[in-house]
């Protein structure tokens, strides 16, 4: 069975920082993309950051253009949201996905419709 886990979320204060890690198991290889959303209160989930399943190509929404960092580990299986400049609207859940198929763009990730999905770690920034 696969398993994201999250890591890393905590509470800051607007304009610091934070580092995000999730780790996948239960697979056989680590040939996917892999990327995070998150979810505020009230409102539905929206994409953040994806990289490719190679490393070298990456993806980011627009709010966080400039501020996060999207990266593999060396353990490929992993990836790290590095999260700076934090403002009190980045407050979410913030969560970890895994393309279910092999060898897919960033793109397989932000679609977000065929993804493994970790539980969520909370981020909260505050004022």
């Known amino acids: 069975q696969v398993q994201l886990v999250e890591s890393g979320g905590g509470l800051v204060q607007a304009g610091g920082s934070l580092r995000l890690s999730c780790a996948a198991s239960g697979r056989t290889s680590s040939d996917y993309a892999m990327g995070w959303f998150r979810q505020a209160p009230g409102k539905e989930r929206e994409f953040v950051a994806a990289v490719s399943w190679t490393g070298g190509s990456t993806d980011y929404a627009d709010p966080v253009k400039g501020r996060f960092t999207i990266s593999r580990g060396s353990a490929r299986n992993t990836v790290a949201l590095r999260m700076n400049s934090l403002k009190p609207e980045d407050t979410a859940v913030y969560y970890c996905?895994?393309?279910?198929?092999?060898?897919?763009?960033?793109?397989?990730?932000?679609?977000?419709?065929?993804?493994?999905w970790g539980r969520g770690t909370q981020v909260t920034v505050s004022s």
């Open positions: 996905a895994a393309d279910r198929n092999a060898y897919g763009s960033t793109g397989s990730v932000r679609n977000s419709g065929n993804n493994y």
